[in-house]
């Protein structure tokens, strides 16, 4: 039961992503198109620019459900690492408690903005109300509760991210 269910988190997470991708390129290439229909038509398009802030908090949100399973989301590893053995495994519980209970306050609130904005037009878009931009919301609420319970299914409250996920280039 437990495998089905780490499985099935990785096939959601490799959906995030893909989404995630895919808005990230969109906005890439509508971003310029309004631009160049600004300055180089003298017509601007009033889609584009819209269209990237509908995307944008796709794009956030579920790059934000990424980021927790990839363990790439920030964390002070401070007192983790000044503890050990039991004290560690629950501050570890207390911590994705604390994560569960927040992103169900999420969804739970987040549905009900996405209720109370359902009828509202977005003028560029009269086909999406503001209650499906809002969507995402909920859905990341929901999505990062789902992961959370996987992180307590397998504790793994304090692992590294996968050398590959970070980047290697120095900040300072």
Same mark, same amino acid.
């Given at each position: 039961?437990?495998?089905?269910?780490?499985?099935?988190?990785?096939?959601?997470?490799?959906?995030?992503?893909?989404?995630?991708?895919?808005?990230?390129?969109?906005?890439?290439?509508?971003?310029?198109?309004?631009?160049?229909?600004?300055?180089?038509?003298?017509?601007?398009?009033?889609?584009?620019?819209?269209?990237?802030?509908?995307?944008?908090?796709?794009?956030?949100?579920?790059?934000?459900?990424?980021?927790?399973?990839?363990?790439?989301?920030?964390?002070? @590893?401070? *007192?983790? +690492? /000044?503890?050990?053995?039991?004290?560690?495994?629950?501050?570890?519980? =207390?911590? !994705?408690?604390?994560?569960?209970?927040?992103?169900?306050?999420?969804?739970?609130?987040?549905?009900?903005?996405?209720?109370?904005?359902?009828?509202?037009?977005?003028?560029?878009?009269?086909?999406?109300?503001?209650?499906?931009?809002?969507?995402?919301?909920?859905?990341? @609420?929901? *999505?990062? +509760? /789902?992961?959370?319970?996987?992180?307590?299914?397998?504790?793994?409250? =304090?692992? !590294?991210?996968?050398?590959?996920?970070?980047?290697?280039?120095?900040?300072?």
């Amino acid at each position: 039961m437990k495998a089905q269910y780490i499985r099935a988190m990785d096939a959601i997470h490799a959906a995030c992503l893909s989404v995630a991708g895919a808005c990230l390129v969109i906005i890439t290439i509508i971003v310029p198109y309004g631009v160049f229909t600004r300055y180089a038509l003298n017509s601007a398009a009033s889609w584009p620019e819209p269209l990237a802030v509908l995307l944008m908090i796709v794009l956030s949100f579920l790059s934000a459900v990424v980021c927790y399973r990839e363990h790439l989301h920030i964390g002070v @590893g401070v *007192l983790p +690492a /000044l503890l050990a053995g039991p004290a560690k495994t629950a501050l570890g519980w =207390f911590l !994705e408690l604390c994560m569960l209970v927040t992103n169900l306050f999420v969804l739970v609130w987040g549905i009900k903005l996405v209720a109370a904005t359902w009828y509202q037009a977005i003028a560029e878009f009269p086909i999406v109300s503001a209650g499906m931009a809002y969507l995402p919301i909920p859905l990341g @609420g929901a *999505l990062t +509760a /789902l992961f959370v319970v996987e992180r307590l299914l397998t504790q793994e409250f =304090f692992a !590294e991210p996968e050398p590959e996920t970070v980047s290697q280039i120095s900040t300072e």
